[in-house]
C-alpha cells in the first residue's frame, strides 16, 4: 500500500515564475491539506482539500492556490513567488480530517 | 506569537536515558493532540494522537503522552531512549472549531549518544 507521494522532490525556480507541486494521497483517503515548512520551523496549514473543493484555508495570500482531482490527487500551486517561498512543502492526506499521514514534501528553491 | 509552544528546541541525552518534552498549547475548547516524528531523511511520521477518553496514549515504539487539560500540556515521553531515537519531534494541535488544520509547534530536535 503506496503511501502519500509528492513529485517532483525538488525543484529551483526564479523569482516571479510560477510552480506546480503535485500530490497522490494514500489509499482510501479523501481530503488532502497543504502545508508549508520553512527551515528551522514547525509545518505551517495552507489549505485543505475535500470533494474537489477548497474547504479551509490558512493566512496564505491568493498567489497560492490549489486542485483536487476527482480520484482525490491534489495540485499546488505559486504565482509570483518570492524568495520567501522557498520552503519543504508537505502534502497529508486523510480519510477523516483527524489523523494525517504526510508524503516526503517537494523542497522548493527561489532565486 | 507561536500557538502551541515546545520549550526545548535542540535536547541531547545519552542512550537508557529517560525522555521528556513539553508541549503548551494556548487554544480553548475541544483540540485534539498529536505529535509527529521526522527522524533524519524521512517524511513526517504520526508518534500518537489523543483524541478523547484516558489523558495518557501511548504510541509506538514506547512512546507515550499525557494530555493535561488545566495546564494546556501535551508533553511526550520515553523511559529509556535508544540512538535510534534520534530525530526532530513535533507537537501538533487541531482545534475542534478547525477540524484537520494542523497548528505545529517549531518542533525539538532529539539527539541520543550510543
Known amino acids: 500500500d503506496a503511501g502519500v507521494t509528492q513529485s517532483p522532490t525538488h525543484l529551483i525556480k526564479t523569482r516571479g515564475q510560477q510552480v506546480t507541486l503535485r500530490c497522490s494521497p494514500k489509499?482510501?483517503?479523501?481530503?488532502v491539506s497543504w502545508y508549508q515548512q520553512a527551515l528551522g520551523q514547525g509545518p505551517q496549514f495552507i489549505f485543505q482539500?475535500?470533494?474537489?473543493?477548497?474547504?479551509q484555508r490558512g493566512n496564505f495570500p491568493d498567489r497560492f492556490s490549489g486542485h483536487q482531482f476527482p480520484n482525490y490527487s491534489s495540485e499546488l500551486n505559486v504565482n509570483a513567488l518570492l524568495l520567501g517561498d522557498s520552503a519543504l512543502y508537505l502534502c497529508?492526506?486523510?480519510?477523516?480530517?483527524?489523523?494525517?499521514?504526510f508524503g516526503p514534501g517537494t523542497r522548493l528553491t527561489v532565486t | 506569537a507561536q500557538s502551541v509552544s515546545q520549550h526545548n528546541h535542540h535536547v541531547i541525552l545519552s542512550e537508557a536515558a529517560s525522555l521528556e518534552l513539553g508541549c503548551n498549547y494556548s487554544?480553548?475548547?475541544?483540540?485534539?493532540l498529536f505529535w509527529y516524528v521526522q527522524y533524519p531523511g524521512q517524511h513526517l511520521q504520526l508518534l500518537l494522537k489523543?483524541?478523547?477518553?484516558?489523558?495518557l496514549v501511548k504510541g509506538i515504539k514506547g512512546f507515550e503522552a499525557e494530555f493535561i487539560k488545566s495546564k494546556f500540556s501535551f508533553n511526550l515521553r520515553k523511559p529509556s531512549v535508544q540512538w535510534s531515537d534520534t530525530a526532530e519531534y513535533f507537537c501538533?494541535?487541531?482545534?475542534?472549531?478547525?477540524?484537520?488544520?494542523?497548528?505545529f509547534g517549531r518542533g525539538t530536535q532529539l539527539t541520543v549518544w550510543p
Open positions: 501538533a494541535v487541531d482545534r475542534g472549531s478547525t477540524l484537520g488544520r494542523l497548528y
Open positions: 489509499s482510501g483517503h479523501d481530503t
Open positions: 482539500y475535500y470533494e474537489e473543493e477548497e474547504r
Open positions: 497529508a492526506s486523510s480519510r477523516s480530517p483527524r489523523e494525517q499521514y
Open positions: 489523543y483524541f478523547s477518553g484516558d489523558p
Open positions: 487554544y480553548g475548547g475541544t483540540v485534539n
